[in-house]
């Protein structure tokens, strides 16, 4: 009633609740009480299970990059499509000889991290391994991507690499190719003929200087 009058015509079905909002406002609070419990107790369950478990916390992470893919793939319909990334470039060597590049390079670094991968000969070989799957695969000049890279590490090297580690090992490569990594283009020659040495010190100009040595 509004002054002593009837409701405009329709006024009662806009302050009705919806079957939903009934049953959401009749459920027992104890019932609501019950099923909150539960939810938490399946979130620590989960937690506890992903500290314990890595192949368990690796396919929960892989569900969300894919519904994170899904939702980016959504909102990027009608737009124009981002130029593909552009590889790193890479010197022709072989698996040995990137191996040995590294080898050398962290044999002038004094960081701790440096030091730890030089007592780690087999994740030496992992990186040249990588190296070389990478510039397998970006010969057209397009960066490759996690898929192709652990692919190829697995066809051809019999490496077995996580979504996760596929990417580390993708940036390791760029890194190392940087401006003063161990591989690195080779600057030209100032005669104009570039330097192709195969032997272990091979284009140490593509090396950070060494500090000098006590």
């Known amino acids: ?26 459920r027992d609070p104890m019932l609501r009480a019950r099923e909150a419990e539960r939810a938490a107790k ?66 002038g670094r004094p960081s701790a991290q440096a030091a730890q991968l030089r007592g780690r000969p087999d994740r030496i070989r992992l990186y040249a391994e990588a190296f070389v799957a990478y510039r397998i695969l970006s010969a057209g000049g397009v960066r490759p991507t996690r898929g192709m890279l652990a692919a190829l590490l697995k066809s051809r090297f019999g490496r077995a690499v996580t979504p996760s580690q596929v990417q580390k090992l993708r940036d390791h490569v760029e890194g190392f190719a940087m401006a003063g990594g161990p591989w690195a283009m080779a600057s030209p020659h100032p005669s104009g003929t570039a330097r192709t040495r195969s032997t272990r010190k091979a284009d140490t100009d593509s090396h950070a200087p060494r500090p000098p040595r006590p």
């Open 1 to 26: 009633m509004r002054d002593g009058g009837a409701l405009p015509a329709g006024a009662d079905q806009a302050h009705r609740l919806t079957a939903d909002e009934l049953a959401f406002l009749l």
């Open 42 to 107: 399946s979130n620590r369950s989960r937690t506890e299970r992903r500290a314990a478990d890595p192949a368990y916390a690796e396919r929960l992470r892989a569900g969300d990059r894919e519904r994170q893919r899904r939702r980016r793939l959504r909102d990027s319909i009608g737009r124009p499509e981002p130029p593909e990334p552009v590889a790193a470039d890479l010197p022709d060597l072989t698996v040995a000889q990137a191996e040995a590049r590294l080898t050398d390079h962290l044999d």
